[in-house]
Each structure stands twice: as C-alpha cells, then as structure tokens.
C-alpha cells in the first residue's frame, strides 16, 4: 500500500471512529432529554391521579360522622336488641348506602359486633359479625376517625373504611362504619394510557390499573408487617405474592426503568419509565409506569437525524476538501507553467542578448567599413585635387614656356640683327617680344580673373564677354590641336549668372570637346548663341565620339568619366551643371544626328546693365 493509501484509509477510520462517538453521545443526549422530558409529563399525570383519589376517598370520610349523629341510630345503640329499632335501622342503612353509592354501610355496638347493616338481607351479611379486630373499630372507639384499607372478610373484596364513634353524652355506644369500594377508581385508573398501582406502607398493592397486580406486594413483607396484617385480617396472607417485575433501575439519565408485562395484552415484557409520588395523609404511594416506546422512537428519530447531519456534514466536508485539493493541483500546475514561462523567457533573453552582441560586433564592423571607405574617397578626392594641380602646373607651363622660348628667339634673333646692323629686323623682333609679354600678361589677368573666389549671388553678366575670355584662356590648347572654333553669336548678350562661375562652365564644356575631338582627322569645335527674350542659349558642339548609351546617364554624376586616369577627375559636369542650376537655368547633353556630342546651356535672359548699355 501507498504511504498516501495508508494515509486516506487511517484518516478515514479515525473519522468513522469520530462519527459514532457523536452518534453515541447524541443517542446519550437525546435519551436523557426526552426521558426527561416524558418524565415531567408523567408527573403531570400522577399528581391528577392522586388528586383524583383523595376526591375519591374525601366522598366517603365524612359520611360515618353525619351518620352517627343520627336519632335513630343512637336509639338502636342505646336498645340494640329492640327488633323495631334493628328493622328500621338496617332500611335507614341500605338507603343511605345506596344513595351515596358506599359499598357498605353498617353499625357496630360497643363491642365490635355489627347490628344493622345496609346489606342486613344479603346471604353475607354484617349482622351478627364481630369486627372488634380492625383497627377503624379500635381507632372509633378511642373517639377517633377511623380509616383502614382492607380486604372485606365477608365480601371478599378490597375497600376504604371510614368508621365514626357514636356517642351518648359522653359515653361512646356504638361505631358507624362506611366502606368505599375500590371498583370505580380502579375504573378511572385503567382509562389511563399508563400503568398505575398504589402501595400501602408495608408495600403491599392496593389499587391498580393492571388486574394482575392487585394484592401483589412490590417488596418481601417482614415479620411485622405480617404479624400487623394478621391481627388486622387486613389481607389473605397467601394472596400476597411479589409482582413479576422487578424493582425501577436507575438509569444513567437520572430516570428508573423497569421492564414489566403490560395489562391488555399478552404481549412480551416493555420497557417502562418508572415514576412515584407519595401520598403523605394517607400514607400511601403513587406508581406510574409509562411506555417508553413513543420516548424511544422520538430518541432513535432523533439520532438519526443527528447521524444525517453528520453525514451530510462529512459529505459537505469531503466536498470542500476535494475541491481544495483540486485547487491546490491547479495553482501548484500553475506555478509550474509560470516557472517554465519563466525558463522560456530566460533563454529567449539569453538568445536576443546573443543576438544583440553579433549585432552590435556587425555594427561596429560596419562603422570601420564605413570609415575606410570614407578615407578611401578623401584620399581619392586629395589625389584627385593633385592630379588637378598637375594637370593645371602642366598647362599653366605650356602657356608661358611657349611664348618664353618664343621671345627668348626673338630676343637672339634681335641681339643677332643688332650686332649685324639690321636694325629694322631688330626692331621687328622687339615688337614682336612686346606683343607676347602682352599676351602673357592678358593670360595672367585672366588667371587670376579665373582664380578669383566666386560670388555666390547672381548677376546680369555678359555671356559673349565671359565666352571669349575663356577661349582667350585656352588658346593655347586650341592652337596646339590646331582648331579654330566656329563661333555664331550677337554682339551681346546678358544673362543671370557669376562672370568666374559662367567662365568655368563654358571652359569645361569648350576643354570636353577638345577632349572629344583629339583622335579626329578633321576636328571641328562650333559655339552658339542664341539670345531670346526670356532665355539665352549656349550650344557647344563637337564632331568626336559623342557618348555612349549608358554614359548619357550618369556623365553629370560626380567622379563618373571615361578618360584614363590622371586625365580626367569627372567632376567638371557635375559641377557644371550645379552651378547653371544654381543661374536658374539647365544643363542638356545630347548626341548630335551626325555624330559627335551637343551641349546646350539654357541660362535666364538678363537686362544689360545701365553703364554697358550706356557703352
Ligand atoms: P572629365 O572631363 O574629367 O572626364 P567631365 O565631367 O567633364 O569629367 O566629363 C565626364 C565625361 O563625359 C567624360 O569623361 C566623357 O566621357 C564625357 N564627355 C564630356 N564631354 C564630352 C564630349 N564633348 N564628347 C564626348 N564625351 C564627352
């Protein structure tokens, strides 16, 4: 067996134990509540029987005192042998006997003999018996009432006598008795629903409800008792046997039971509450004996109900219990789903946490990545500016090495015609130095025009001005590739711009298409400008490659070009075309139907300032 098995199985016997220990002291409660209480109903019943056998026997008392005030019967005592007196006495007696319902009525004379009786014609008549041995006579006789329970010695049947002395002067003659007969209280007693006997001092059964009990005594007689009942004749000695129940025991409630055989029926012995009260005037004493079956049937119904509580209770119990149980099963699965949420939880954490470190790693990874390639693109911009630099330091050389070898022979050749005395020639020579010192002097102008930081406001500018500066800028290149660009343009022309920024565009665009047109047989460089009154247009065109299909998209990305490196940076474009974006205006690229690439720079129409008008 499970140690939870032995567990349920002791807890269960121990509640059984439990259980008929309460049914037992609710049967013990209940028993000595309702004795009790039957008890006290029974009390009730015995104090209206004694009551009822006092009125009774008080019916009787005084009549043997009015009789013995009586003329006639004073007359027959003082004469008692007189046959008149006897005759008439005797009638007188029957008479009163009948009427007061007496069992018998009858005269003693002095000496105990009776000499007139109501039952005078009876075959057992009084007259002529001696009753000198009963104490009623004795006590009259004395001048007292006289009263004496007995068996009728003539009659044969039990009664109550009452005797009163009958005097003259102060002489006592007689006795005038009166016997109650028992018949009719014994009547009343047997109409009761319980069983009733009364006992006399020596406990002898006088009256009772139960025919069989009659004369019977409740205790063994002793000597004395005996030898008083003799002398009185009270009762036939033989006839006093014990009844055949025994004596009330005590019972824990304070009550006494006795089992007896009950009268009218011949059913087996009964239990019955024992009660008695006694009858102090008469020296007698009240039995009452109840029935306990309605007692004992209240006291089983009430035990069983006590056991239905308790039952009912234990259901109730075993109820709660369980449900308890169930509830402590669910909270402890509860607690147990929580700590594995709890677990789940956890781990998730763990894993986000892992998570988070690999991010953070990549993160930062991501940042040096980041950093190298931005110190890649500021390496790549400083190489980019030095490669500008060069290529600027390569031109700059080239325009004034060229005129400086230029006037270095004129200056020989001068030195040479002086020394022969061809001064014309010399001076030809000069004048031809003094031209390029001018030229290289407009260059340096426009250098430092070009190096000038830009406005970044916008101004009506002259388009045509800023246009021949910069092919003025870069005659040098245009000779070297021996282009002489087309020009077709007004004598004017205002736009919105920035003279150094508007400078910048056109050489970029102008330096491109000398770019373009290097491998040419035949290179050919035109310039437009066409002024209209909103807009102004540049167009520069070129006969070279023109541009490719993908290249037509990305030219005006910054860093995009095609040319080698060291060549081109790919930021003239899309410096440009900020710059035009910045006038207000566009910048368009295009490949031209045949052949060759077109750039058209589309710049807002501006009034010419008052003093160049004025011009
Ligand atoms: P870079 O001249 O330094 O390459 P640009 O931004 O000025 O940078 O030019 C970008 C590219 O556009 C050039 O590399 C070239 O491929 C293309 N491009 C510019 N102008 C012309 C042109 N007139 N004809 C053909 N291609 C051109």
Do not use: C
Not at 397 to 412: C, G, V
């Amino acid at each position: 067996m499970r140690p939870q098995s032995i567990r349920r199985t002791l807890g269960f016997g121990l509640l059984a134990v439990a259980a008929v220990g309460v049914i037992g002291v609710a049967y013990r409660w209940s028993e000595a509540y309702v004795l009790r209480d039957t008890a006290g109903l029974g009390r009730a019943a015995m104090t209206l029987h004694v009551e009822n056998i006092r009125g009774w026997l008080g019916r009787y008392r005084a009549l043997p005192h009015v009789y013995a005030q009586d003329a006639h019967m004073k007359a027959l005592l003082r004469d008692p042998a007189n046959p008149a007196l006897i005759a008439a006495a005797n009638r007188q007696l029957e008479v009163w006997n009948m009427a007061t319902g007496a069992a018998d009525t009858y005269v003693l004379d002095r000496t105990g003999t009776a000499i007139a009786a109501s039952n005078w014609d009876q075959e057992a008549t009084f007259v002529g018996r001696n009753y000198a041995f009963r104490p009623y006579y004795s006590q009259a006789m004395q001048g007292r009432l006289g009263r004496f329970f007995a068996l009728g010695t003539q009659s044969g049947k039990r009664g109550y006598y009452f005797s009163h002395p009958v005097r003259d002067g102060n002489e006592i003659i007689g006795v005038t008795v009166v016997k109650a007969g028992v018949a009719a209280i014994e009547e009343e007693l047997r109409a009761s629903p319980h069983e009733i006997y009364v006992t006399g001092p020596a406990g002898v059964i006088l009256l009772a409800s139960h025919p069989d009990w009659r004369l019977k005594t409740i205790q063994p007689l002793d000597e004395t008792a005996l030898d008083r009942i003799r002398a009185n004749r009270q009762f036939e000695i033989d006839r006093l046997k014990p009844v055949d129940f025994g004596p009330p025991a005590q019972h824990p409630s304070g009550e006494k039971l006795v089992v007896a055989r009950p009268d009218r029926s011949d059913s087996a012995p009964r239990e019955f509450l024992y009660l008695s009260q006694a009858m102090t005037v008469e020296g007698w004493t009240l039995h009452l004996l109840m029935d306990t079956r309605v007692a004992r049937t209240q006291i089983l119904t009430a035990v069983l109900l006590a056991a239905s509580l308790l039952l009912a209770a234990a259901l109730v119990g075993t109820l709660v219990w369980q449900r308890r149980r169930r509830l402590v099963e669910r909270l402890s699965e509860r607690e147990q789903a929580q700590i594995t949420l709890e677990r789940t939880v956890n781990e998730r954490t763990a894993d986000l946490r892992t998570a988070n470190l690999l991010l953070e790693a990549e993160v930062v990874e991501r940042k040096a990545a980041e950093e190298e390639l931005r110190r890649a693109q500021t390496e790549l911009i400083q190489a980019g500016k030095l490669a500008a630099l060069g290529q600027m330091a390569a031109a700059l050389s080239h325009e004034f090495n060229q005129p400086l070898t230029a006037i270095r022979t004129y200056a020989d050749n001068a030195i040479a015609f002086l020394e022969r005395g061809r001064d014309d020639d010399a001076q030809t020579n000069i004048g031809r130095i003094s031209k390029l010192t001018e030229r290289m002097a407009e260059l340096s102008k426009h250098l430092s025009n070009f190096a000038r930081k830009p406005r970044d406001t916008v101004d009506a500018v002259s388009l045509i001005g800023a246009l021949h500066e910069t092919l003025e800028l870069l005659r040098g290149r245009l000779e070297a590739a021996d282009i002489e660009p087309l020009i077709d343009a007004p004598d004017n022309a205002w736009v919105l711009g920035g003279h150094v920024r508007l400078q910048h565009v056109i050489m970029n665009l102008v330096t491109n298409a000398l770019d373009a047109v290097r491998e040419q047989d035949r290179p050919q460089l035109s310039i437009a400008v066409q002024a209209g009154p909103q807009e102004t247009r540049l167009v520069v065109e070129d006969n070279g490659q023109g541009i490719s299909g993908e290249s037509l998209e990305q030219i005006f990305d910054p860093f995009f070009t095609t040319k080698e490196v060291g060549q081109g940076l790919g930021l003239g474009l899309s410096i440009s075309f900020n710059i035009v974006k910045d006038f207000g205006g566009t910048l368009r690229a295009e490949n031209r139907q045949e052949g060759g690439a077109r750039f058209t720079v589309t710049l807002q129409t501006a009034a010419a300032p008052a003093e160049a008008a004025a011009e």
